[in-house]
């Protein structure tokens, strides 16, 4: 280690990178065997776009006008009342970095859940508050108001990842109404296209410190492009704003989004959805057939988390036939289980059929 190390901030001399679904297993891309993906929480599908190139020379604006209406018209709100970003992540890293004084403010956390609003916390040397859910994977609402000291932020993830339930909705209104006037309450919307019954979005007409964080990764076929909103009473969007860099959003990744979302291509989006849907419950079925694999959580997501005692085993078995699925074993509450990304029918199957082999060895 040089002595540049010492220089780093103090804070993040601690850290250690996000071990991202990719980094985990880079060299798979390398050769023989084609790698399959089911580790991310990525769709199967692609479409073709149109970029025109004309508009290159120029910076794009800050918040892409026709997008912003765009994703105005798909969630019925106002443009004022979005933020469009580098993927949900900016969002969430936005959050901290504009409402969170460091090192006294604090992000509550309800793990086990998504990784990322501990990571970007910590970046930002602001501390976390951890109340686990509940043994039912339900949210501790008494803990969660309890901890209510130095607390700037609540992230609540519902469909929650990796555990794929979704959080009572009277559980989520307690805790808002418990945090009115003291801290914001950020519900993760991540994967509500595949239950979208059960979005919590008309909590914004009632609640100005009620977040909602959506993104155009899992649904919509789009995590390569990195776009993901805020849903916010206008006072917060004007504050995130303020901390945004000044050209987020690439020109190119502005057209592309305003083409997903036309009313074709929301329709395709929908159909995918319910394929998806659909898919999931047949692999449910299948995996239920596996002796002592047992399905945990919910599947409100396009994901599956189940456990088995041979998890490590399983793991291994699956990277050596370039079967990547996603170790959750090491949260809070989750040993031995992982977490399958649903894919297109022909990967579903190829899955299936290692993991058959492997349970009858
Ligand atoms: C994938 C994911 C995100 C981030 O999505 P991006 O828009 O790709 O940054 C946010 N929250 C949850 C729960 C996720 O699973």
Redo the contacts with the bound molecule.
């Keep these: 280690m040089t002595k540049l190390f010492e220089l780093v901030a103090k804070h993040v001399q601690q850290l250690v990178p996000y071990a991202s679904a990719r980094r985990l297993f880079k060299a798979a891309d390398q050769d023989g065997q084609a790698p399959l993906w089911l580790n991310a929480?990525e769709s199967p599908y692609t479409s073709g776009y149109t970029v025109n190139c004309d508009v290159f020379n120029r910076y794009p604006d800050c918040q892409p006008t026709a997008l912003l209406q765009a994703y105005a018209d798909y969630t019925n709100l106002s443009p004022d009342n979005i933020l469009v970003s580098r993927?949900?992540?900016e969002g969430i890293e936005l959050l901290i970095r504009t409402f969170c004084n460091a090192p006294q403010d604090k992000i509550l956390i309800c793990p086990p859940t998504?990784g990322?609003y501990a990571i970007s916390a910590e970046t930002a040397n602001i501390g976390i508050t951890s109340v686990p859910l509940t043994a039912e994977l339900a949210l501790d609402v008494t803990a969660i108001c309890a901890a209510e000291q130095d607390i700037k932020l609540v992230f609540i993830?519902s469909p929650n990842?990796p555990t794929g339930n979704l959080m009572s909705p009277a559980d989520i209104l307690s805790v808002v109404q418990h945090y009115q006037d003291k801290a914001l309450v950020v519900l993760?919307e991540?994967y509500i296209e595949f239950t979208p019954q059960a979005t919590q979005q008309a909590l914004l007409n009632d609640y100005p410190h009620v977040v909602i964080?959506r993104?155009l990764?899992?649904a919509f076929s789009l995590?390569g492009l990195?776009c993901?909103f805020t849903l916010a009473h206008a006072d917060v969007i004007a504050s995130l704003l303020k901390v945004i860099a000044p050209y987020p959003i690439s020109a190119p990744v502005a057209q592309i989004v305003q083409q997903a979302l036309t009313p074709a291509g929301l329709q395709t989006m929908r159909t995918r959805v319910s394929e998806i849907n659909q898919a999931k419950q047949q692999m449910v079925a299948q995996l239920q057939t596996f002796p002592s694999v047992s399905i945990v959580g919910g599947q409100s997501g396009n994901y599956i988390l189940f456990r088995t005692p041979r998890a490590a085993q399983l793991m291994q078995a699956l990277v050596v036939e370039k079967i990547f699925i996603r170790d959750q074993s090491k949260q809070l509450q989750l040993s031995n289980c992982l977490r399958i990304t649903i894919g297109s029918s022909a990967e579903n199957a190829r899955l299936m059929t290692a993991m058959s082999r492997f349970f009858e060895e």
Excluded: P, Q, V
Aim: charged share 25%.
């Design positions: 929480n993927g949900a992540d998504y990322m993830c990842n993760d991540a964080l993104t990764s899992k995590a990195r993901g």
